[in-house]
């Protein structure tokens, strides 16, 4: 079974700018988490779409957005880039069930860097 | 006081030996827990999950929970020089979420 796939691997932006990530999840999950790792912060939860709907939320700005598609896949979005989102952007998929067991399974990252 | 505490090492450990990470957090109604391994550069691997109380193993591997505690553990035995990472515990409150909450990871140095 392939892995979480996320695009692309490494962006440079902006300040000011806005991106877009994307994320596959492993073929049978409909949960689809999104999470940044900084060195200060270390890893934090952004949000979860599971069936095209956000489920849960973290404590970002507005400026974090995200959107699940019927087929499972999710993007997130950040406008007006900050110099502090410059970080490890991480997707992780689960499933079938979403229950207590169920572990999530990290994607290899997308690396924004923010100039 | 943070919601999932682990001690952030480094911890060095000669080959062989059995190397011991920790971690505590404060929800007592968290459900399950999970142990990442993260190597510098890359995104993070699942080593195992526990959710009932007591020993898990897998391999290598053996994750303790007691629930009663609120501390998870994980130990590596005979480690090995490829074990050198960060371990990352995370812990889900609920059911029904993707929402890990996670320490701040503990880097392990196991020295040939």
């Known amino acids: 079974k392939a892995g979480v796939t996320q695009t692309p691997r490494y962006l440079i932006k902006t300040r000011g700018q806005q991106v877009t990530l994307s994320c596959s999840p492993i073929?049978?999950?409909?949960?689809v988490s999104w999470y940044q790792q900084t060195p200060g912060q270390g890893l934090q939860f952004l949000f979860e779409y599971f069936s095209e709907t956000q489920r849960n939320k973290g404590n970002f700005p507005g400026r974090f957005s995200g959107r699940q598609f019927s087929n499972s896949r999710s993007e997130m979005n950040v406008s007006t880039l900050e110099l502090g989102d410059s970080a490890l952007y991480l997707c992780?998929?689960?499933?079938?069930?979403?229950?207590?067991?169920?572990?999530?399974?990290f994607g290899n990252g997308t690396r924004l860097t923010v100039t | 006081q943070k919601e999932v505490e682990q001690n952030s090492g480094p911890l060095s450990v000669p080959e062989g030996a059995i190397a011991s990470l920790n971690c505590t957090y404060s929800d007592r109604g968290s459900q399950s827990f999970f142990w990442y391994r993260q190597y510098s550069g890359k995104s993070p691997e699942l080593i195992m999950f526990?959710?009932?109380?007591g020993d898990k193993e897998d391999g290598r591997f053996t994750a303790q929970l007691n629930k009663a505690s609120q501390y998870v553990s994980l130990l590596i035995r005979d480690s090995q020089p490829s074990d050198s990472a960060t371990y990352l515990c995370a812990v889900k409150t609920s059911s029904n979420t993707g929402k890990l909450i996670f320490g701040q990871g503990t880097t392990l140095q196991v020295k040939p």
């Open positions: 073929s049978g999950h409909r949960s």
């Open positions: 526990i959710y009932s109380n």
């Open positions: 992780a998929s689960s499933g079938p069930g979403t229950g207590h067991t169920s572990p999530l399974h």
